[in-house]
Structure formats: structure tokens, C-alpha cells
T-cell receptor, first 114, second 115 residues
Framework: KAGVTQTPRYLIKTRGQQVTLSCSPI?????VSWYQQTPGQGLQFLFE???????NKGNFPGRFSGRQFSNSRSEMNVSTLELGDSALYLC?????????????FGPGTRLTVL | AQSVAQPEDQVNVAEGNPLTVKCTYS??????LFWYVQYPNRGLQFLLK??????LVKGSYGFEAEFNKSQTSFHLKKPSALVSDSALYFC?????????????FGKGTKLSVKP
């Protein structure tokens, strides 16, 4: 099976712009989660989608949003970019939304905000 | 509040020696524990997980981890380290109960294996 794919792999934006990141889960997986990784804060949970519904949300401002499509692909959007949004954004998929399930991660999108 | 602690920022080991990467957790309810590895400029790769049952869990690439409920620990181990094991290792917990599945990660431990 193909793994989790994320596009684009690298992005450079300027403050105030918005950005959309895309994630395609492993075939058959219905749950997609997003995480932000920075040197200072480490790995932090953004949100989780299951069957097109947001099931869980981390402690991030409303500028961070996401959605999931009927084919389980997911997008996350960040509006009004700030310098502090520079990070590696990781998407993970699992077969369901249960706590026991293994989450499989994509390679990430490296976002740089100038 | 749930939390995971990895007390060592870096672990240095000689190739061929055993390695241990430490993890302790704090969670109410049954903990579901995971170890992931991250190589430079890559995403996280799943190594192993503890759900229930045998306290010694075997995973990928010869890694294993021991769940200790009384010490609330889940240390990652390998009998003989390889240079290629050098990477960043993350411990994570997903609290039992309910259906929502987000991981809480430790800060990570950089493992350096020298020839």
C-alpha cells in the first residue's frame, strides 16, 4: 500500500498570506490528523477528521482550519500567516478514530513564513 | 492533564552496545503508548505500541519497549545498536477511553550511535 502523501513538500510564504496543505491518507484509512512540529514547541496536535467530520481539535487559533473530503483526503488551511507559523506540518492517517489505532505519518510539508 | 516526558535530550551509544531511550507518562485511565522515530527531513515512522497484555512489546528494526505501570514508564530498548539507528525518537500517549484519537508527544530524544 502507498503511504501517506503530503503536498507540497516545501512552501515559502510571506506574513499575512494564507496557505493550503494537502494530505492523502493510506487507502482505506478514514481518520486523518494534523500535527505541527517546531523546534521550540515540539509536536502539537492540530485537529482530527473522521468521515468528513472534525472529531477533535487542539489548542490553536481559529486561523488554523481544515476539512476532509468524501475520499478521506484532507486539507488544512492557515490564514493570515505569522512568522511563528513556520513549521513542519505532519499529517497522519489511521483506519479508524480509536485511541488504540496506529497513526501513520506522511513526510510533512515544510512551511517557511518570511 | 496527560503528559509524556523524555528526560534525556540526547543519548550517546557505541555501535554494538545496548541502548535505552527513556519515557515516562502521566495519564488518567488506560494508557496507549507509542514509539516513533524521525530521520532528518522525514516524517515519523511507527516503531511499536503498547495497548494491553504482555508488558514487553517487540517492534520494528529490532526495537522493543517495556511497559511498567507502577513506574509509569515505557522505555525503548535495543540489544545491539547500529549507526543507522541514529535519529530522533518520540514517545507518545493516547489516553484510553472514548473514541477520539490524538497523540500527545514527548519532546524527543536524539540518539547518536558512534562506530
Amino acid at each position: 500500500k502507498a503511504g501517506v502523501t503530503q503536498t507540497p513538500r516545501y512552501l515559502i510564504k510571506t506574513r499575512g498570506q494564507q496557505v493550503t496543505l494537502s494530505c492523502s491518507p493510506i487507502s482505506g484509512h478514514r481518520s486523518v490528523s494534523w500535527y505541527q512540529q517546531t523546534p521550540g514547541q515540539g509536536l502539537q496536535f492540530l485537529f482530527e477528521y473522521f468521515s468528513e467530520t472534525q472529531r477533535n481539535k487542539g489548542n490553536f487559533p481559529g486561523r488554523f482550519s481544515g476539512r476532509q473530503f468524501s475520499n478521506s483526503r484532507s486539507e488544512m488551511n492557515v490564514s493570515t500567516l505569522e512568522l511563528g507559523d513556520s513549521a513542519l506540518y505532519l499529517c497522519a492517517s489511521s483506519s479508524s478514530s480509536g485511541r488504540k489505532d496506529t497513526q501513520y505519518f506522511g513526510p510533512g510539508t515544510r512551511l517557511t513564513v518570511l | 492533564a496527560q503528559s509524556v516526558a523524555q528526560p534525556e535530550d540526547q543519548v550517546n551509544v557505541a555501535e554494538g552496545n545496548p541502548l535505552t531511550v527513556k519515557c515516562t507518562y502521566s495519564v488518567s485511565g488506560n494508557p496507549y503508548l507509542f514509539w516513533y522515530v524521525q530521520y532528518p527531513n522525514r516524517g515519523l515512522q511507527f516503531l511499536l505500541k503498547y495497548i494491553t497484555g504482555d508488558n514487553l512489546v517487540k517492534g520494528s528494526y529490532g526495537f522493543e519497549a517495556e511497559f511498567n505501570k507502577s513506574q509509569t514508564s515505557f522505555h525503548l530498548k535495543k540489544p545491539s545498536a547500529l549507526v543507522s539507528d541514529s535519529a530522533l525518537y518520540f514517545c507518545a500517549v493516547n489516553r484510553g477511553g472514548g473514541s477520539q484519537g490524538n497523540l500527545i508527544f514527548g519532546k524527543g530524544t536524539k540518539l547518536s550511535v558512534k562506530p
